[in-house]
């Protein structure tokens, strides 16, 4: 079973995309620190557009948004893509 489709279920079944855990990710920089494109689709294309826009901003507890952590970690291609498709 694929993240994204596991993701796509715990939406479906009310799961809160705003959530952060302890270090105060929340499920972008999940997706940014492992260059997961799909995760944000899924959320994208089953409506969380808004959701991903706010979710965005939000820094966890080293003051780093998901597009910041994805710079810092090197992913290049999640970047790439967040700039052209979301930003």
Not at 14 to 36: I, R, T, V
Not at 66 to 80: D, R, Y
Request: charged share 20%; aromatic share 10%; net charge negative.
């Amino acid at each position: 079973i694929s993240f994204s489709y596991t993701f796509l279920s715990l939406l479906k079944l009310g799961a809160d995309p705003m959530m952060k855990d302890e270090d105060g990710w929340n499920c972008l920089h999940w997706a940014a620190y492992h260059s997961n494109v799909g995760a944000v689709e899924v959320m994208m294309e089953n409506g969380a557009s808004s959701a991903v826009m706010n979710l965005l901003i939000e820094k966890n507890k080293d003051n780093l948004t998901p597009l910041e952590l994805a710079e810092k970690e090197g992913q290049s291609g999640f970047v790439a893509w967040l700039r052209t498709a979301v930003l």
